[in-house]
């Protein structure tokens, strides 16, 4: 099966640093991938469409220069948090939308970050 | 925007109950349907997937059904177990495949 994993899987750092998040579709190709976050006992909210490249789509109201996204290659994605604060702390959970096929999205197992 | 909703937002039922988890969504144009479990601090387990033009789905003790044009889907679980406790999220995607939007959740405790 299609398994796509993240690193790391725990992050823990001060306010005003920069932290960056791996996404690797691990056996198949991702033209498209995609990041999420979640926070406590809420639902999954879709933050930006990262493309191979070409520049990451945001959705509403998430800060384009705050989540720098990058999609290098067909099976790696980076979302990187600068300047991170507490509020920013969250579950990140990215996906890949397979290049062959359609319509199927593989989700890694996230990432959990603590802004202190 | 599409809009996802799932009721009820928590349930707890005892072991062995059969079960029903809906899920609504407020733009029929739908590429497919996806049913979800997370596990506290997990990340997502795939459990049913839906294409557009299907009804139903089922693996094992799950069954998932839609119906596009009412923007409705259901999760029915039979013979629930206390392993089945976790979060069940419904997501729906546009655009073939892309622009997954999910709903709120239900979380399911079942009692031994």
């Known amino acids: 099966g299609a398994v796509v994993s993240q690193h790391p899987s725990w992050v823990i750092c001060k306010s005003g640093t920069s932290v960056k998040i791996e996404c690797r579709s691990l056996?198949?190709?991702?033209?498209?991938m995609f990041w999420y976050r979640q926070f406590p006992k809420q639902s999954l909210m879709l933050m930006a469409t990262s493309n191979e490249g070409s520049k990451a789509t945001y959705e509403q109201g998430v800060e384009k220069d705050k989540f720098l996204i990058n999609h290098a290659s067909l099976t790696l994605s980076t979302l990187t948090v600068t300047s991170a604060h507490p509020e920013d702390s969250s579950f990140y959970i990215c996906?890949?939308?397979?290049?062959?096929?359609?319509?199927?999205?593989?989700f890694g197992p996230g990432t959990r970050l603590l802004v202190l | 925007k599409q809009e996802v909703t799932q009721i009820p937002a928590a349930l707890s039922v005892p072991e062995g109950e059969n079960l029903v988890l809906n899920c609504s969504f407020t733009?029929?144009?739908?590429?497919?349907l996806q049913w979800f479990r997370q596990d506290p601090g997990k990340g997502l387990t795939s459990l049913l997937l839906i294409q557009s033009s299907q009804r139903e789905q089922t693996s094992g003790r799950l069954n998932a059904s839609l119906d596009k044009s009412s923007g409705r889907s259901t999760l029915y679980i039979a013979a629930s177990q206390p392993g089945d406790s976790a979060t069940y999220l419904c997501?729906?995607?546009?655009?073939?495949?892309?622009?997954?939007?999910f709903g709120t959740g239900t979380s399911l405790t079942v009692i031994p």
């Open positions: 733009d029929s144009a739908i590429y497919n």
């Open positions: 997501a729906v995607s546009t655009n073939t495949g892309n622009q997954f939007y």
């Open positions: 996906s890949a939308l397979r290049t062959s096929g359609v319509g199927t999205q593989y």
């Open positions: 056996d198949f190709q991702a033209t498209t």
